[in-house]
């Protein structure tokens, strides 16, 4: 497993917009038309918040932390930012396959029910995690329940951490 981190000192959580992501799926060699082509999916399990600006005041403003799992991080970027969200990816766990991303999804709903907050829409993926620190100790922990209890060994493990 590789784990890489772009952190800055300045604990800014800012991520990794969808337009970083295309780019950075287009540095793998891909192009715009079959970056979501079956046969090239990016199974992951990733860890984000919807950054907005309130068009009246200008106040920006962050969402709990969404943890979910997708074929491409892409197109689940695209949906979510939709209404004029920013959504924004913190980290990512990049798995084998498509069962993978659901035993994982599944270690984070059983293993921290403490740290689940239900959304007022009826959102069952919305988790209290505040800082760096703690994002770190929440994916590191998913991933060794992941490594000892199931046999799973991610391809690689993600931080976008600070500026971008």
Request: charged share 25%.
């Amino acid at each position: 497993m590789m784990a890489r981190c772009c952190y800055q000192q300045d604990h800014k959580m800012l991520g990794l917009g969808y337009q970083e992501a295309r780019a950075q799926r287009k540095s793998y060699g891909y192009t715009a038309s079959n970056m979501e082509s079956k046969g090239n999916e990016e199974y992951l399990l990733y860890f984000g918040r919807a950054h907005m600006t309130d068009f009246e005041t200008g106040v920006a403003a962050r969402g709990l932390l969404k943890v979910g799992r997708g074929k491409w991080k892409t197109a689940l970027m695209r949906g979510r930012n939709q209404p004029g969200v920013d959504f924004r990816i913190y980290a990512e766990i990049l798995l084998n396959s498509n069962d993978d991303t659901h035993t994982v999804e599944g270690i984070v709903k059983k293993h921290f029910k403490d740290k689940n907050i239900k959304g007022s829409q009826g959102q069952k993926e919305l988790y209290d995690i505040k800082s760096n620190e703690e994002l770190f100790d929440f994916v590191y922990t998913v991933l060794e329940i992941a490594q000892d209890c199931y046999n799973i060994t991610p391809e690689t493990v993600n931080f976008y951490l600070g500026e971008n």
